[in-house]
C-alpha cells in the first residue's frame, strides 16, 4: 500500500516556465488536498476536491489550477511560475468520514524553487 | 485572516516534564480539530484529533483538550520524551465543506 505518492520530489523552475505536481493516492480516499509550506510557516490550503469532478479552493490559490478526473490523482498545475511559488507542496487525502479516525494522509512533499 | 493560529512559535521543555501546546481558532463552523507532527524533509504525521462533540481526548502520552467556549485547544505530552521534538501544527476542519486550515506550528524541543 503506496499511501500517497508525490513527483517530482524536487523541481527547479525558471520565472514563467510551468509545471504540473503529480499527487495520486491508492487508498481510494474521496478528499484530496493541496498544501504549501513556505520556510519557517505552517501549511496553506490552495486546492482541495470532495470527490472526482469537485474541485474548491482553498486560502491560497492564486497562481494555480486543480483538476479531478479520478479518484486516485488531483494534480497540480502551475502555469507562470513566480518566484514567490518557491514552497514545499504536500498533497494529503482522506476517507469520507475518517476526519478524526486516522486523520489525513499527507505525501512526502515536492521541494519546487523557481529562480 | 489567519483562521487557526498557534501563537508560540517555539517551546522548549525538560525530559520527563510536561509539553503544553496550544492553537486557537475563529470560525465556529470548525468541527474537529487534529494534531500533526512534522520533522524535517517528510509529510506531517498525524498524532491525535479531537470532535467539537468532546472536550477531552487522550492517547498514551497525548492528550488533546478542547474549549469551544474560548475556542481553543490544546496538546498535552506527559511525559516528554528528546524523541518527542518536532513540529507540531494543529488543524480545524469543517466536515461541512472539507476543508481542513492549519495553524502556523510550534517547534518543540525537549531537552535530556
Known amino acids: 500500500n503506496a499511501g500517497v505518492t508525490q513527483t517530482p520530489k524536487f523541481r527547479i523552475l525558471k520565472i514563467g516556465q510551468s509545471m504540473t505536481l503529480q499527487c495520486t493516492q491508492d487508498?481510494?480516499?474521496?478528499?484530496m488536498y493541496w498544501y504549501r509550506q513556505d520556510p519557517g510557516m505552517g501549511l496553506k490550503l490552495i486546492y482541495y476536491?470532495?470527490?472526482?469532478?469537485?474541485?474548491d479552493k482553498g486560502e491560497v490559490p492564486n497562481g494555480y489550477n486543480v483538476s479531478r478526473s479520478t479518484t486516485e490523482d488531483f494534480p497540480l498545475r502551475l502555469e507562470l511560475a513566480a518566484p514567490s511559488q518557491t514552497s514545499v507542496y504536500f498533497c494529503?487525502?482522506?476517507?469520507?468520514?475518517?476526519?478524526?479516525?486516522?486523520?489525513?494522509?499527507f505525501g512526502s512533499g515536492t521541494r519546487l524553487t523557481v529562480v | 485572516d489567519q483562521q487557526v493560529k498557534q501563537n508560540s512559535p517555539s517551546l522548549s521543555v525538560q525530559e520527563g516534564r510536561i509539553s503544553i501546546l496550544n492553537c486557537d481558532y475563529t470560525?465556529?463552523?470548525?468541527?474537529?480539530f487534529l494534531w500533526y507532527k512534522k520533522y524535517p524533509a517528510e509529510g506531517p504525521t498525524f498524532l491525535i484529533s479531537?470532535?467539537?462533540?468532546?472536550d477531552k481526548n487522550e492517547d498514551g502520552r497525548f492528550t488533546v483538550f478542547l474549549n469551544k467556549s474560548a475556542k481553543h485547544l490544546s496538546l498535552h505530552i506527559v511525559p516528554s520524551q528528546p524523541g518527542d521534538s518536532a513540529v507540531y501544527f494543529c488543524?480545524?476542519?469543517?466536515?461541512?465543506?472539507?476543508?481542513?486550515?492549519f495553524g502556523q506550528g510550534t517547534t518543540l524541543q525537549v531537552k535530556p
Open positions: 476536491s470532495v470527490g472526482a469532478g469537485i474541485t
Open positions: 470560525n465556529s463552523m470548525f468541527d474537529y
Open positions: 488543524a480545524a476542519g469543517s466536515s461541512n465543506t472539507g476543508k481542513l486550515i
Open positions: 487508498m481510494n480516499h474521496n478528499y
Open positions: 494529503a487525502s482522506r476517507r469520507s468520514g475518517a476526519e478524526t479516525t486516522n486523520g489525513y494522509t
Open positions: 479531537i470532535s467539537s462533540i468532546k
